[in-house]
């Protein structure tokens, strides 16, 4: 697990070695996000190192300045979490209570606040900036419908607790694998299960506004009910279904057959209604030319109505953009 430790992080990962303000300021602006960055002390020199990787739509961090310094940063476009290594700090989220980190306390930040960390001289910590939308999709994943409103997570985040313990040993699994040369870190497939493993475990570890529904337990519909929703979303994909219609059709709770689902396929309903709704897409598209129809009438036939998910989620799934498709 990760633990109170001098030893430096991700080490195969350089991005940037600094004494000069300037330098380090933007180094951390080109890896994560714009920010004011003051020396607190008078005539200290900076010993800043950062190490970063990318793991899908996650950029995993260490980062060290060597020097009392203050970071006071734009609104964040997706959430961050500071996870400290060594000594503390005082961090803060937009207008939320100030977070005093520590080796058993990291910090989160969520989207369209600024923050403000005021970092003491010995301190280094693990920085992850997570992609917004690759979170809210895989809690979309985690509860099978869409979500109504932000994600909103705790800002102060016990690592003591089991579930967080958990979560940290992730992050020692990827800090080990991405720095091993030919590792399967580095194949896209496995980078992709580690950023959802990354995720998913922030989700179920740390307290947020979706937590209660999230964790609520319920028995699984059995086998031929789960059976008898995959003929209907087969069968007639483009209908607007939602869990509830989907769950009213074959007789069963919304819960019952999420956890049906996952049991039997490994994925939610709407999950599974998604892929069935791209492969038609991918259908008319790979029939179609480009002076017949366009890819937002497709999409938006077969019920997706934002063009930047629609692009990623199909990309995601067929390695290419739609426009390649339609191309040929």
Known sequence: MVTPTQKELLSRHPVARAADVDEAHAAVTRTFLPHRLDVLERDVRLNMKLNAVRVGAVTVGYLRYGGAVRLVTVEASNYHVNVPLVGSMEQRCGSFDPVFTRPDRAAVFMPDHPADLRWQAHCAQLCL?????ELELELERQLGRPLGKPVHFATAMDLRTPAAQSWLAMLELVERE?????????????????????????????????????????????????????????????????????????????????????????????????????????????????????????????????????????????????????RG
Do not use: C
């Not at 900036?129 to 939308?133: F, N, P």
């Open 129 to 133: 900036m997570i992609d917004r939308s």
């Open 178 to 326: 991405t720095g091993r040369p030919g590792g399967l870190a580095h194949y896209p497939l496995v980078a992709a299960r580690l950023q959802s493993l990354l995720i998913a475990g922030l989700l179920l570890a740390q307290p947020h506004n979706y937590s209660d529904l999230l964790l609520a337990s319920a028995h699984p519909a059995p086998p031929r009910t789960v059976r008898r929703a995959v003929e209907l979303i087969e069968e007639d994909p483009g209908r607007p279904w939602s869990s509830a219609t989907l769950a009213h059709e074959v007789a069963a709770s919304v819960r019952a057959l999420q956890v049906g689902f996952q049991r039997s396929y490994g994925l939610p309903p709407m999950t599974y209604l998604r892929e069935v709704r791209l492969n038609r897409v991918h259908d008319e598209l790979t029939a179609a030319t480009p002076d017949t129809v366009t890819i937002t009438a497709v999409a938006a036939r077969w019920g997706f109505l934002h063009p930047g998910r629609f692009a990623t989620a199909y990309r995601r799934k067929f390695g290419r953009l739609p426009s390649d498709t339609l």
